[in-house]
């Protein structure tokens, strides 16, 4: 075994890994993007029965949803992305409430009444109760196109950010290569 060092979240990883935190930082933040499409009803058809909280109503949405566009809301004021964000949320998009006081703070009781988490639309694996319909697939597959975007504009902000000598290509470089020091030369 490699000799061990804590990471920035103090956890043990090997020396090697360490390159690799900046990668799972962006996963751990574009991560909220992909459980949006997981727990919500943006691309749902819903299931039979009556609609209500134990079956939200499906939107049915097709495309991504322009209201988690990152690069856009970074450069604006709150009052102003809230404001231009709130005419882009569709009437009756459903996300749900998620019991787990340790991670969110959020008591089990506190989600009486409003969509749960695991019953209602919970699509993380094929074998989920709305993941039918096709469900699933069209959450799965907007989350990854969600997740090309985020991609898409973080690389152009590199670029943009940092054009002298190709660094921002050489960061791009180095978060997509395993061993950067000899996959991404210096000074293009």
Not at 74 to 94: C, M, Q, R, V
Not at 164 to 186: F, K, Y
Request: include cysteine; charged fraction near 25%.
């Amino acid at each position: 075994m490699g000799a061990q060092v804590a990471d920035g979240d103090g956890r043990l990883a090997r020396r090697g890994d360490r390159g690799r935190r900046p990668g799972r930082l962006l996963g751990r933040g574009w991560h909220p993007i992909e459980d949006f499409y997981s727990h919500s009803n943006w691309s749902d058809q819903a299931g039979a029965g009556p609609i209500g909280t134990d079956n939200p109503p499906g939107l049915n949405r097709t495309g991504i949803a322009p209201f988690l566009d990152i690069r856009r809301y970074s450069s604006l004021k709150d009052a102003d992305w809230t404001k231009e964000a709130a005419g882009l949320i569709p009437e009756g998009l459903a996300t749900v409430c998620y019991p787990d006081f340790e991670s969110t703070g959020v008591k089990t009781a506190d989600c009486t009444g409003r969509v749960e988490h695991n019953r209602a639309l919970n699509k993380d694996t094929e074998a989920a109760r709305r993941s039918s319909r096709g469900n699933f697939q069209r959450a799965t597959e907007l989350a990854a196109q969600d997740i090309a975007r985020q991609w898409k504009d973080f690389t152009a902000e590199l670029i943009a950010t940092y054009p002298d000598n190709g660094r921002g290509e050489q960061m791009i470089c180095a978060l997509t290569h395993d061993t950067p020091a000899v996959s991404c030369p210096r000074g293009r």
